[in-house]
């Protein structure tokens, strides 16, 4: 018989987590789920944990693979899904009981192409903080597009791009092939949604919290990440602003939020360089120029740092951003003394 919900929960050397994120989901009084897990190529105990609570319920389906990212496992559980809805849990959270009773007596009211609502984060030294989203009810997907940008970049809780807060359609998923980019190791669940969005025709927010975000354990959930790649964050804001613009909504406050942002992760290509070398000053210079949003950002800058960087940028000055960039780290330096 076909599950109505797949649960899709990627697990990377979690067996310090793995047995409760199961027990939560398994204690649930709705019971018309399937739980996707898929093993990342775990080096410590999980897959032996999950193996011995998978004997028991057959609800769960368990894959172990070689470790190849998140964003691989999470694409592998995508095409292992047979539910009519998919959820993403992480192998480290929890959910509280009633929680997808919750969701699903939503969805069972009513009907959309996308359900969102809060989560809990829990941080380590036990304390938590509740995450709401500003919008409640039903939105077409255009006045949703128009109105979650502000809380995406002002508030920076990350609501609409975070993995564990929503409820998708898998025949939308399926018929435009939407799957995480497997080459972003930030952001990737972000990049995945305004995906997803192009595709929606409406969205309903509502209140639940009942998912615990445990804060303070990314770096066990896949390969680390020895370097940011500012110019993949460039790229998803752009998706994000062109994304509004084919929508029909971008507002000029939108605009300036998200040039705002694109503005800021320029300049944190040089600020965060290293090593700081003209090879990697001229790199930066060809990406950044060849992004017309990147220039059109630099309207907006106001410190008079900000604008001696800018135009060192527009002008290709690569020998004035390598002496700007050393003397920056400097007083930086100095700073901390």
């Known amino acids: 018989m076909t599950p109505t919900l797949s649960i899709i929960i990627p697990v990377y050397n979690k067996e310090q987590y793995i047995v409760r994120c ?20 775990s080096k410590d105990f999980s897959g032996s944990l999950i193996e011995g609570i998978a004997r028991y319920e057959k609800r769960i389906h368990y894959y172990k693979f070689e470790n190849a990212g998140v964003s691989v496992a999470r694409n592998r559980g995508i095409a292992l899904a047979k539910g009519t809805y998919i959820m993403f849990i992480d ?4 959910i509280d009981k009633g929680y997808l009773k919750n969701i699903m ?28 989203p500003y919008m409640c009810g039903y939105y077409s997907v255009i006045d949703f597009l128009r109105n979650f940008i502000q809380e995406q970049y002002e508030s920076h809780r990350g609501l609409y791009g975070y993995i564990s807060n929503k409820l998708l359609k898998r025949d939308i998923v399926e018929k435009w092939n939407i799957r995480f980019k497997e080459t ?3 952001m990737e669940d972000y990049d995945f949604f305004l995906t997803y969005y192009e595709y929606c025709k409406d969205v309903i927010l509502f209140d639940e919290i009942g998912y615990h975000y445990v804060a303070g354990t990314e770096f066990s959930s896949g390969k680390r990440i020895k370097k940011t790649d500012f110019i993949s964050i460039i790229d998803i804001h752009r998706k994000c602003l062109n ?45 950044l120029l060849s ?13 008079q740092k900000e604008k001696l960087l800018a135009k060192m940028i527009t002008q290709k000055n690569e020998w004035g951003l390598f002496w700007f960039t050393h003397c920056w780290r400097i007083y930086l330096k100095l700073r901390r003394l």
């Open 22 to 41: 199961l027990s939560s989901i398994l204690e649930q009084s709705y019971s018309d789920f399937e739980i996707i897990v898929i093993n990342d190529g």
């Open 291 to 303: 992004r017309p949003e990147v220039l059109k950002s630099f309207n907006e800058t106001n410190s």
């Open 243 to 287: 994304l509004l613009k084919n929508k029909n909504a971008l507002t000029s406050q939108n605009e300036n939020m998200l040039l705002s942002a694109i503005k800021n992760i320029a300049f944190a290509v040089f600020w965060e360089m290293t090593p700081i070398c003209r090879k990697e000053i001229k790199e930066a210079l060809k990406n």
């Open 184 to 186: 972003l190791k930030l």
């Open 91 to 94: 192998a480290d959270d929890w």
């Open 105 to 132: 007596n939503k969805v069972e009211k009513s009907s959309a192409d996308l359900y969102i609502w809060g989560i809990t984060k829990d941080f380590e030294d036990r304390t938590h903080r509740v995450w709401l």
